[in-house]
């Protein structure tokens, strides 16, 4: 069957309720129910729980307190490099941004500009520069961290589709990243602006930020926007910058001439937070 037959099912379902239905579940402190869930979850997707900072679980009162877990102390360590890799997780791209062509998959990509919902300003920082596109997966750690210190400027909530994310719907659904539900935050940083947007999916009941909470419910139709000119939201290489609850993406954006990938990166490797990303140029 090809992807894009593979996919057409995600086109006719109802993703917006599906999404809003397992929000409320996972939030919901349904005491037994809640642990039998979680209980098979980390049986199905084999949950490291020893890497939680709480491994019990049947102490986790919702669904979301389980999936948005703390690592325990020193489960991860930050590699002494200038980039960090921000999540654990796989790689699903990365490399050059062709002007403002970011890749996606064979045959598919899509701009910097629709990425960042539309703003050509902020998408002309990053022509001919690097991305990155880090997939995570249901049994990862899903806060997100730091791949370099920076200052935060603004935030862009930009609605959109909500189609699951996998290799499959990469290869099949053309612009997925840039279609579906996303939260883009921009930072200024010593080699200049770069930016980290949390892509949304189906059954993502939201995304928030260490910042401002919660971004996603409430969804609107209409790109929202936050500045943080006044604000000393500064945050160091490695420090929490938000969290999923409930799987999916990031994508981040660096100007040209910032970033050299490490060599051991490749397409579908498995990656921690905290290991080496790449450096700045010689």
């Excluded at 690592?71 to 002494?80: C, I, M, S």
């Excluded at 941004?97 to 890749?103: G, K, M, N, Q, Y």
Aim: glycine fraction near 8%; charge should be positive; include cysteine.
């Amino acid at each position: 069957m090809s992807d894009r037959l593979a996919v057409l099912p995600q086109y006719l379902m109802p993703k917006q309720l599906l999404t809003v239905l397992a929000g409320k579940f996972a939030s919901a402190r349904l005491g037994g129910l809640t642990t039998a869930v979680i209980r098979r979850f980390v049986a199905r997707y084999r949950v490291n729980m020893q890497e939680a900072e709480n491994s019990d679980i049947t102490s986790y009162a919702s669904f979301n307190d389980f999936f948005t877990r703390p690592l325990r102390e020193g489960a991860r360590q930050l590699a002494e490099s200038d980039f960090i890799c921000p999540v654990d997780g796989a790689i699903s791209q990365f490399g050059a941004i062709e002007r403002d062509s970011i890749f996606q998959a064979k045959g598919h990509s899509y701009t910097t500009t629709a990425l960042v919902g539309g703003d050509a300003n902020l998408a002309a920082q990053f022509a001919d520069g690097s991305f990155a596109t880090l997939y995570l997966s249901p049994k990862d750690y899903h806060r997100i961290h730091m791949p370099c210190a920076g200052r935060l400027r603004r935030m862009i909530y930009v609605p959109g589709e909500l189609f699951s994310v996998n290799p499959t719907t990469a290869r099949g659904v053309p612009g997925l990243f840039a279609r579906n539900e996303r939260v883009v935050c921009v930072f200024d940083s010593d080699f200049g602006q770069f930016v980290l947007t949390l892509v949304g999916a189906t059954i993502v009941g939201s995304m928030a930020t260490v910042w401002h909470g919660i971004v996603n419910p409430p969804r609107s139709c209409a790109i929202r926007e936050w500045h943080y000119d006044g604000q000393e939201v500064a945050l160091q290489k490695g420090q929490e910058m938000g969290r999923f609850l409930l799987g999916s993406t990031v994508v981040m954006l660096f100007p040209k001439d910032t970033l050299c990938f490490t060599p051991t990166w490749q397409p579908t490797k498995a990656i921690h937070m905290g290991e080496a990303m790449g450096s700045k140029p010689a």
